[in-house]
């Protein structure tokens, strides 16, 4: 019966648009009350969930990836990428996957990259003659690498939530970022040739690309000085985010100069504001799973994906459709909370290392920033763009078979995770 008023309640609530946070405390509160136990256990299980030092790295990621786009960091990470690949046919289209891939080593949220990249060059597309709907999704697909590629939130709440090494976790997403980028731009070409899209006219030359590299400088250094640093052992991945902070400021302030002292405030305040909603669906999502598990609801299905198949390939599988299954309606932060505990332990029973099927969760998970409802990229986009969520949502579809084919790799190849982690051992 708990069970039921839990699940139930809770899709009635996302049926009518309320927020998911707001969804996940209201759908614990009525299960309390059928239970009769106390609605104090909601306000301690939101408290002891935050009360975690390697958490706190959240809001200082988000706070150092809203300094580091408002302070001109992304417009030169976006000249570097057009040299490199701006001269291939869709090569606008691509700089936008290479731009989000290097935005994505320094701000660890999807939409944040949407946000920072999509204001600049969903315009220039639309001038170079691309579609608006296909310039969109472009952009809203490749901010999905924003959260594979370290620092990665989603990654900080696995390793929160498993107790799995976070500097692991994001070495484990460096390649796997990288081949949903390689694969999306393999799509922009190929929408380029059958469109006849050309590229930039300014070949590429050896001069140009190292103007380029010397204006990023800055920007470029921010993911060798997060990962060196927490594999050198100089500092934890939360002492990272906080010195991402300090980095950020000093480059957008003092450095390029165009992140104003009087802009600050508002930039921290808008942090805060993502970070309260962020701690929320992480409070009331940490209640819910403890709820779950009272319901043994977790051995249950746990049960029932073992009992279905012995073999690991399928037993992936069906993992990965219910992990795109909820990802469409369900916060990503929250499914990794609730879903992790349950499904790592039938990951291990078939011999699959927690550093990947962290991985594979987050890379899966990330799909469902493009897939409606809840798609909070496609939000972002739409509101950058002006194209309808509707339209939006039907050119988004290349783009979703193309990151499912680079899942299905990364689900059934461990060395595209594993395989730097393993060298540095």
């Known amino acids: 019966m708990v069970a039921q008023v839990l699940f139930g309640s809770f899709a009635a609530f996302l049926v ?83 731009t989000c891939m290097f935005f994505g080593a320094i701000s660890g949220s999807g939409p944040a990259t949407v946000a920072a ?107 060798v000085i997060i990962l060196g640093g927490i594999y050198g052992g100089v500092f934890t991945p939360t002492e990272a985010a906080v010195i991402a902070v300090v980095y950020g400021f000093i480059a957008g302030v003092f450095i390029y100069r165009e992140l104003k002292i009087t802009e600050v405030p508002s930039l921290v305040a808008s942090s805060a504001l993502t970070t309260a909603t962020v701690l929320i669906i992480v409070g009331t999502a940490t209640t819910f799973g403890r709820l779950l598990a009272l319901e043994q609801i977790p051995t249950m299905l746990a049960n029932a994906i073992t009992n279905f198949s012995q073999n690991p390939i399928i037993v992936l599988l069906l993992i990965n459709l219910l992990l795109l299954i909820v990802g469409t309606f369900m916060d990503t932060l929250a499914a990794i909370i609730i879903l992790a505990p349950i499904l790592l332990p039938v990951a291990l029973k078939f011999g699959v290392d927690p550093i990947h099927f962290g991985a594979i969760m987050v890379v899966n998970l990330a799909i469902g920033f493009i897939t409606p409802p809840l798609g909070v990229n496609l939000f972002v986009a739409n509101g950058i763009s002006g194209v309808s969520l509707e339209k939006l949502s039907r050119a988004i579809m290349p783009f979703f078979a193309v990151l499912v084919l680079a899942l299905m790799l990364i689900t059934y190849i461990p060395e595209i995770s594993m395989g730097l982690i393993n060298m540095m051992k």
């Open 16 to 98: 009518f648009n309320v927020p998911i946070g707001i969804a996940l405390g209201l759908a614990c509160i009525l299960a309390f009350l059928v239970s009769g136990a106390p609605l104090t256990m909601l306000a301690q299980g939101m408290i002891t969930s935050v009360d975690s030092f390697p958490l706190m790295a959240v809001p200082f990621f988000i706070l150092a990836g809203d300094l580091m786009g408002k302070g001109g960091i992304s417009k030169r990470l976006l000249a570097v990428a057009d040299v490199l690949v701006g001269r291939f046919p869709g090569g606008l289209a691509m700089v936008t996957v290479a």
């Open 117 to 223: 990249i999509g204001m600049m060059i969903i315009p220039e597309m639309v001038k170079a003659g691309y579609d608006k709907k296909f310039a969109a999704a472009v952009v809203a697909a490749s901010g999905t690498i924003g959260v594979m590629i370290p620092p990665s939130i989603p990654m900080v709440i696995y390793g929160v939530s498993t107790n799995a090494s976070i500097g692991d976790l994001f070495i484990s997403g460096i390649l796997p970022g990288i081949l949903v980028g390689l694969f999306l731009m393999a799509w922009c070409y190929i929408y380029a040739k059958k469109t006849g899209l050309k590229g930039s006219e300014q070949g590429f030359t050896l001069s140009r690309l190292l103007r380029a590299c010397n204006d990023a400088k800055w920007a470029l250094l921010v993911p």
